[in-house]
Nanobody, 125 residues
């Protein structure tokens, strides 16, 4: 069964850090690009970052460039999103998702095939 499960969310103060994890099952990280997305109430789901299958190239949205870092551990079947210097506007539900496409930029949600259920991140001011 193909599945993605997020963890690591919670509440943090402005300027703080969190690390989100996405554990995948039913497929290999060598075969699928993994993206992180977020959604705030009343807003569309937006792409945050992407890591390619295989070579592990990473891509970031401008609004997180330099603050967020994406990595993976294939043996643990886990992708990590390290989030530093968090701002209140980073608040939202964060989702990881997989796609069989080979992408070269932070994707839009319609390009992803399978989604996790999401996890809430709250940054207080």
């Amino acid at each position: 069964q193909v599945q993605l499960v997020e963890s690591g969310g919670g509440m943090v103060q402005h300027g703080g850090s969190l690390t989100l994890s996405c554990v995948v099952s039913g497929f290999s990280l060598d075969d699928s690009d993994i993206g992180w997305f977020r959604q705030s109430p009343g807003k569309a789901r937006e792409g945050v970052s992407l890591i390619n299958a295989g070579d592990g190239d990473t891509y970031y949205a401008d609004f997180v460039e330099g603050r967020f870092t994406l990595s993976r551990d294939n043996a643990r079947r886990t992708v990590y999103l390290q989030m530093n210097s968090l701002k209140p506007e980073d608040t939202g539900t964060y989702y990881c998702a997989a796609t069989g496409f080979r992408l070269v930029a932070v994707p839009t949600a319609d390009l992803m095939d399978v989604w996790g259920k999401g996890i809430l991140v709250t940054v207080s001011s």
